[in-house]
């Protein structure tokens, strides 16, 4: 049997392990992980293989040689440009001619393999995919297999809420050659993105093989980290460390330990090392060949490569040593610190917790280095969330972070593009405003600065200027020590997930565009933005039915932006405006809850107090709508999206509205009295402004206070949907709201979060969808189950926080709070 080892990955997120080398030649204890790989097929009696490579090819064929030493036969097929994981097996098909394995260069594993290709064969697949259960399956690629084994569904690195298994595919699969016939030549494709999804079309005999055996991606410093530690603890099977000289301690050739020295296993020390007196040594702990520990060192849970000097009662604690650094008398280097090849410090110089430092960088004599040199990504995996990018301001988010945001930003754009650039009204968004649009013209980007408008208005202008994008910064809504970074594409929609990784890689890479004196970009004002806005508002309604209803509004504008733009632009609709905290004020940006309701009671008081036809209230970046009616009630959000999708559909028959799969039934009720449509979403606001783009669509609605009107714009836009709600009230005679709301049908949903640790929530998912699998009703998210006429249940893991939510609907309250409670322990006695 022949395999191919898939070697080309460049290992940005493990810089500055990486700077200098390729991922594959990166050492996990007392060799390169692709050398394990290597013995691991030999082990198995593979003795030919291809390695396919793209990223510094030279230095793992100078390290592999042509594998005669091991009596292997090592042939090598190199990329010119990047082909993608099948791209790239698809350059060596002319040297497979029967059954294969195709595995990663740079994983650690110790894989039964003939017992992956007995199975291949007993099931007579065409590919079998290696599956292994983990406790965050979002980090991969989730393979939903049936009880046989057959592969049905693949979630390429899925949300909580999408996740269906905590079965994720490990890049290792045995092959018949005849599945390269479906890949094009010369191509970048992709196994789990494009060669699987289409054999899953053609029904092509697909099976996963769930291993217990080890295996670890070495993605990121932490992997790195855990499976060294895992090898030290024996926790992997078949590699060889070496000559155990007792207390877990392994040497490997000549190594010299001062009798008062204290180890402490377990450890690796490689050929040469020399650990001088009083030395103290915690493990796991890795010492590669001819590096010295001087006398009094202190050395705990570390990885320290070849040729290194630890100087006299220096400490290292938990952290990495790069090839060839000097650490001289005193020093200290912290928690998940990282010092990069050839490194040199000072007498008493401190390295912080979490600093990079790259290669070949000089700290001088007591010096304490807090921030990374050259890139100070402090560590993290990855720059985006839910919601942009996120964190604490002036710790996570400090301004020389958001400089190289922006020029990351910048690099993934046309050179002499224009980007929009806007805020809210804190000092903490003002401040990171300015570094990121100080980064932006190093990459020859325009910035064009909107000051601070609500959100909508700058999604509209930035979709209708000659733009490729906009950023917001705020302050979250829910922590005021938090910022949010929200980016937008040319159309001022969310970013698209693979243009997020994007921006990622070359942030990590620090890959940064910096352009010529006379390509820097400019930075200038934008002209009449919030006139656009209004001009394109105006056209989208119909202005004269609006005025000749002359209503009356109280509007709360929640001390944010949206003061400059929604009082004016309803009054100009011939509306009587009451405007409640009109002013801006930055400390009102992020409130509690308990604050909100406070103020949605006042707007209720003074709604009812002076006779107002409607009551809005604007969440502070304009998006969220709050109503009260005419009779002073609140409406809940829920009820609000019902009682637009009514009215939408009174004015446009034969629509389509979109709402989350946690909707209640009631929309399909009314669709199908109104002869319209209902299309359901996942709960994400990206997918709703992604489905609104549909010219079918006349309203999107979550329910939690988003709305769409795409006749306008495509995206959430708070201050539209409030002259959208008395357009279409006055569309219809005049209605009141209150009247509305009465007719629309009764229903009760429950909702409910169940605690569910994060380690168990794949598992929970995966159980779930295993017992349900044949019976639910939805593929959208989460488990749906239809229970009869109007009654369901729908579990979802929630995104932020490590619960699953649970949504049930039925006739009376009772029943659905009995439907939540049954499937809420359903959910409890599925975590054991």
């Given at each position: ?66 594998g005669s030493d091991y009596g292997m036969s090592i ?44 199975w291949h064969k007993a099931h007579q697949a065409q ?514 999206a019902a009682a637009l999708a009514w009215l939408a ?184």
């Amino acid at each position: 049997m022949k395999a191919v080892v898939m070697a080309g990955g460049a290992g940005s997120r493990l810089r500055p392990l990486t700077v200098g080398r390729p991922k594959p030649i990166v050492p996990i204890v007392n060799k390169p992980v692709i050398g394990h790989i290597r013995d691991l097929l030999c082990r198995h009696d593979i003795r030919e293989f291809i390695v396919t490579l793209q990223y510094m090819p030279d230095q793992i064929q100078d390290y592999l040689g042509d594998g005669s030493d091991y009596g292997m036969s090592i042939k090598y097929s190199v990329e010119e440009a990047p082909l993608g994981t099948a791209g790239s097996v698809k350059n060596a098909q002319s040297h497979l001619d029967d059954t294969f394995l195709v595995i990663s260069g740079d994983a650690v594993t110790d894989l039964d393999i003939g017992a992956v290709v007995a199975w291949h064969k007993a099931h007579q697949a065409q590919v079998t995919l290696v599956l292994r259960r983990v406790k965050e399956p979002p980090e991969y690629g989730v393979v939903i297999t049936d009880g046989e084994g057959r592969v049905r569904s693949f979630q390429e690195k899925p949300s909580w809420g999408e996740v269906m298994s905590d079965t994720v595919n490990t890049g290792i699969y045995i092959l018949e050659p005849s599945v390269l016939d479906y890949i094009p030549h010369d191509t970048p494709f992709d196994f789990s993105k494009d060669l699987f999804p289409r054999l899953l079309e053609l029904d092509e005999p697909m099976y996963g093989y769930i291993t217990q055996d080890y295996w670890t991606d070495v993605g990121n410093l932490a992997e790195y980290m855990q499976a060294t530690a895992d090898v030290l603890r024996r926790a992997v099977k078949g590699i060889e460390l070496g000559e155990h000289i007792g207390g877990d301690i392994w040497t490997e050739g000549d190594v010299e330990i001062a009798p008062d020295a204290q180890l402490y296993g377990p450890i690796f020390l490689g050929h040469g090392v020399k650990i001088k007196g009083k030395v103290i040594i915690q493990g796991p702990t890795v010492i590669r060949p001819f590096t010295v520990i001087d006398n009094r060192g202190y050395i705990d849970r570390s990885i320290i490569w070849r040729n290194c000097y630890i100087g006299e009662m220096a400490e290292v604690r938990g952290a990495i040593i790069c090839r060839s650094c000097n650490l001289k008398s005193r020093t200290v280097v912290y928690e998940g610190a990282v010092l990069g090849d050839g490194t040199s410090m000072g007498e008493g110089a401190v390295i912080h917790p979490n600093v990079k430092i790259w290669p070949g960088k000089a700290i001088d004599g007591s010096t304490s280095v807090r921030n990374s040199i050259i890139w100070g990504s402090q560590g993290r995996r990855t720059l985006f969330s839910r919601f942009g990018v996120s964190g604490l301001v002036n710790v996570d988010l400090t301004p020389e972070f958001a400089a190289r945001l922006g020029a990351a930003y910048a690099s993934t754009l046309p050179r002499d593009a224009t980007v929009t650039i806007n805020r809210d009204v804190t000092r903490s968004a003002q401040m990171l405003k300015r570094a990121l649009i100080a980064g932006l013209p190093s990459a020859g980007i325009n910035a064009l600065d909107t000051k601070s408008v609500p959100i909508p208005v700058l999604r509209y202008y930035t979709a209708n200027e000659q733009t490729v994008g906009g950023i917001h910064i705020r302050i979250s809504p829910f922590d005021s020590r938090v910022v949010d970074i929200r980016f937008y594409d040319s159309e001022g929609m969310n970013l698209s997930k693979s243009t997020e990784r994007e921006i990622e890689r070359v942030f990590f890479r620090e890959d940064y565009r910096r352009v010529y004196l006379d390509e820097i970009g400019q930075i200038t004002d934008a002209p009449i933005v919030t006139e656009r806005y209004t001009e394109g508002y105006f056209k989208a309604l119909d202005v004269n039915t609006i005025r000749g209803a002359r209503y009356n509004l109280v509007v709360d504008c929640a001390n944010a932006s949206a003061s400059a733009v929604l009082p004016s632009a309803l009054t100009d609709l011939h509306c009587s405006i009451v405007a409640l905290n009109a002013q801006l004020d930055e400390n009102r940006m992020s409130i509690t809850r308990d604050e909100f309701e406070h103020g949605r009671d006042q707007l209720r008081k003074i709604t009812q107090t002076l006779n107002a036809d409607l009551g809005v209230r604007l969440d502070v970046g304009g998006e969220r709508v709050f109503i009260v009616d005419d009779q002073g009630r609140h409406v809940s959000e829920i009820q609000a999206a019902a009682a637009l999708a009514w009215l939408a559909l009174r004015q446009r028959p034969k629509g389509v509205i979109v709402v989350p799969v946690t909707a209640p039934h009631i929309f399909e009720q009314i669709a199908a009295e109104m002869g319209g449509e209902v299309w359901r979403t996942r709960l994400d606001p990206a997918e709703m402004m992604r489905m609104a783009r549909r010219e079918e669509v006349i309203l999107a609605a979550d329910g939690l206070g988003n709305l769409i009107f795409p006749t306008f714009h495509p995206s959430i836009d708070g201050l539209f949907a409030v002259a959208k709600l008395i357009e279409l009230l006055a569309f219809n005679n005049k209605i009141r709201l209150s009247e509305v709301v009465d007719r629309l049908p009764n229903f009760q949903r429950i909702e409910r979060r169940v605690d569910c640790p994060w380690d168990s929530r794949g598992t929970v998912m995966r159980r779930l969808h295993e017992r349900f699998g044949q019976v639910r009703n939805s593929l959208v998210e989460g488990v749906q189950l239809s229970l009869g006429e109007r009654e369901w249940v729908l579990m979802l893991p929630n995104p932020d926080e490590p619960f699953v939510n649970l949504y049930a609907e039925a006739d009376s309250t009772a029943r659905a709070t009995m439907i939540a409670e049954e499937y809420a322990n359903i959910v409890r006695g599925m975590m054991s």
